[in-house]
T-cell receptor, first 114, second 111 residues
Framework: NAGVTQTPKFRVLKTGQSMTLLCAQD?????MYWYRQDPGMGLRLIHY???????AKGEVPDGYNVSRLKKQNFLLGLESAAPSQTSVYFC?????????????FGEGSRLTVL | QKEVEQDPGPLSVPEGAIVSLNCTYS??????FMWYRQYSRKGPELLMY????GNKEDGRFTAQVDKSSKYISLFIRDSQPSDSATYLC???????????FGKGTKLSVKP
């Protein structure tokens, strides 16, 4: 049972480089989310999607872009990486949003920007 | 004032102890309350879910919501070393709203 799969699991970038994190879910969930987790800051929502072809901004969207071309995939892009984007990134999916929908998380992608 | 406040700990207890983890929140409109558990270098996973006020029990775990005080708690009885993890509270104001997470409390249960 794959659930939510994130690739890559680790990445080191130089300032100004670009990269894309891929999230794939095999549970046919409508909702998908990208969070970042930093020490002392908890989980913060970057962007989310309520269905194929739709995206919306979360709490900390600046410096990131997302796309949901296929229902099972949610991509997070960094166009010009900055050291402040060093973090652990988690993707999650849910059959519903809000309190009645359990979030299923991937194992995280650790990004370091030098 | 942040919407959800959670003491980050760390909290260290001996095996068998009763653990109490807590969060406070500011908006009385919140109705859905969850606890997620996150092991080191893993993603969070849902542990308990409650709607509105009251208690909910699942084995050694009890989730409690006091809406009058805007206070939510997770109790772990007979704590085990395998309970060592970070516990995050999460709340939502409505069925179609995004979850708001606390910062998490890191718990260590010593054998």
């Amino acid at each position: 049972n794959a659930g939510v799969t994130q690739t890559p699991k680790f990445r080191v970038l130089k300032t100004g480089q670009s990269m894309t994190l891929l999230c794939a879910q095999d549970m046919n969930h409508e909702y998908m989310y990208w969070y970042r987790q930093d020490p002392g800051m908890g989980l913060r929502l970057i962007h989310y999607s309520v269905g194929e072809g739709t995206t919306a901004k979360g709490e900390v969207p600046d410096g990131y872009n997302v796309s949901r071309l296929k229902k099972q995939n949610f991509l997070l892009g960094l166009e010009s990486a900055a050291p402040s984007q060093t973090s652990v990134y988690f993707c999650a999916s849910s059959p519903r949003t809000g309190g009645t929908g359990e979030l299923f998380f991937g194992e995280g992608s650790r990004l370091t920007v030098l | 004032q942040k919407e959800v406040e959670q003491d980050p700990g760390p909290l260290s207890v001996p095996e068998g102890a009763i653990v109490s983890l807590n969060c406070t929140y500011s908006n009385s409109a919140f109705q859905y309350f969850m606890w997620y558990r996150q092991y080191s270098r893993k993603g969070p996973e849902l542990l308990m879910y409650t709607y509105s006020s009251g208690n909910k029990e699942d084995g050694r775990f009890t989730a409690q919501v006091d809406k009058s005080s805007k206070y939510i708690s997770l109790f772990i009885r007979d704590s085990q070393p395998s309970d060592s993890a970070t516990y995050l509270c999460a709340i939502s104001g409505r069925s179609q709203g995004n979850l708001i997470f606390g910062k998490g409390t890191k718990l260590s249960v010593k054998p």
